[in-house]
């Protein structure tokens, strides 16, 4: 079974700091994506890439940065957190190019609140 | 554009009874279409995915759904529901139109009534 792991279930950050959310995923999986949830709007993708130190925007990549360094880990960065990033971040991963038949494994999430 | 319609953001029904969840979407050709659960406090899981092939489509635990192209739907339904099916359920698909990009239905709450 595919496993994806993010390193937090829970985070609580103040206003102006830098957070980061790692995911790692143990299939080796050429895609990895964040998304993030909130109630009433689905998941919103904020950046996927498709191959190490490969990025590319989503739909909402607006106060966020990715890294992959390598090809298991994806790590989503706010540079400065703000109260409206409070939020569900899901990590997710697949094989293939772009979601081309291929499912999405997720993580179990990060409940991020920013104070 | 790509978009999908999840009607009902919350649907209740009585355990044994059948449960209905709608998804509609918009797409110029036929794209691929899946079904995912969140179960409380989890991420989500593939439930099914229609690609191509026959219309009628078996999940996991008991769920199917059918890609009717000439409706632009994909209904989610179950036979008779069991008190562990309440969980959110989100449609979602991918095609050319969205360059394979997964869209999103905002999802729909699933309550079981004993």
């Known amino acids: 079974d595919v496993k994806v792991t993010q390193s937090s279930r829970y985070l609580v950050k103040r206003t102006g700091e830098k957070v980061f959310l790692e995911c790692v995923q143990d299939?080796?999986?050429?895609?990895m994506f964040w998304y993030r949830q909130d109630p009433g709007l689905g998941l919103r993708l904020i950046y996927f890439s498709y191959d190490v130190k490969m990025k590319e925007k989503g739909d909402i990549p607006e106060g966020y940065s990715v890294s992959r360094e390598k090809k298991e880990r994806f790590s989503l960065i706010l540079e400065s957190a703000s109260t409206n990033q409070t939020s569900m971040y899901l990590c997710?991963?697949?094989?293939?190019?772009?979601?081309?038949?291929?499912?999405?494994?997720f993580g179990n999430g990060t409940r991020l609140t920013v104070t | 554009a790509q978009s999908v319609t999840q009607l009902g953001s919350h649907v209740s029904v009585s355990e044994g009874a059948l449960v209905l969840l709608r998804c509609n979407y918009s797409s110029s050709v036929p794209p691929y279409l899946f079904w995912y659960v969140q179960y409380p406090n989890q991420g989500l899981q593939l439930l099914l995915k229609y690609t191509t092939g026959a219309t009628l489509v078996k999940g996991i635990n008991g769920f199917e759904a059918e890609f009717k192209k000439s409706e632009t739907s994909f209904h989610l339904t179950k036979p008779s529901a069991h008190m562990s099916d309440a969980a959110e359920y989100f449609c979602?698909?991918?095609?050319?139109?969205?360059?394979?990009?997964?869209?999103w239905g905002a999802g729909t709450k699933l309550i079981i009534k004993p």
């Open positions: 299939m080796d999986h050429e895609n």
């Open positions: 997710a991963s697949s094989l293939g190019t772009g979601a081309l038949g291929s499912p999405l494994h």
């Open positions: 979602a698909v991918s095609g050319p139109d969205s360059n394979y990009q997964l869209i």
